[in-house]
């Protein structure tokens, strides 16, 4: 019972560690010393994709279920949550590298949006 109860708060987890490495950007526009936490996640989940690596959560999942008496899902979170809604197809490494430069260049216009309505508004103070 706890290691699946454990296995469901890692999903959660992971899940919206998931939604921040792609979004979190959009909070930086909120609360800017976000970045130093949004940067370093959002460098990771650039690696992860580009370099076809599974999240350390990913298997730490699959442990827990296992202990819990549940078969576990094998391959990566991507491809066992997300790829079955957004792709009817297998995930496959150039897709993996589209995806890892989409989630980059979506990233590096927030930033820049962000760091230019900040640089607009020292303008206006000056």
């Known amino acids: 019972m706890i290691y699946r109860a454990?296995?469901?708060?890692?999903?959660?987890?992971?899940l919206l560690f998931v939604i921040?490495?792609?979004?979190?950007?959009?909070?930086?526009?909120?609360?800017?010393?976000?970045a130093w936490l949004h940067l370093p996640a959002l460098l990771w989940g650039v690696l992860l994709e580009w370099n076809a690596w599974i999240c350390p959560l990913t298997p730490l999942e699959n442990w827990l279920l296992r202990r819990?008496?549940?078969?576990?899902?094998?391959?990566?979170?991507v491809e066992?949550?997300?790829?079955?809604?957004?792709?009817?197809?297998?995930?496959?490494?150039?897709?993996?590298?589209?995806?890892?430069?989409?989630?980059l260049a979506f990233n590096i216009l927030i930033y820049v949006w962000v760091f230019r309505r900040r640089r607009a508004k020292s303008n206006e103070r000056s």
């Open 6 to 14: 454990l296995a469901d708060i890692t999903f959660v987890v992971h």
């Open 20 to 34: 921040f490495v792609v979004f979190g950007g959009l909070l930086v526009v909120f609360w800017k010393r976000l």
């Open 68 to 77: 819990a008496g549940v078969a576990d899902y094998g391959g990566g979170f």
């Open 80 to 103: 066992h949550y997300i790829v079955p809604i957004v792709y009817p197809d297998h995930l496959t490494h150039g897709t993996q590298l589209i995806l890892g430069t989409l989630l």
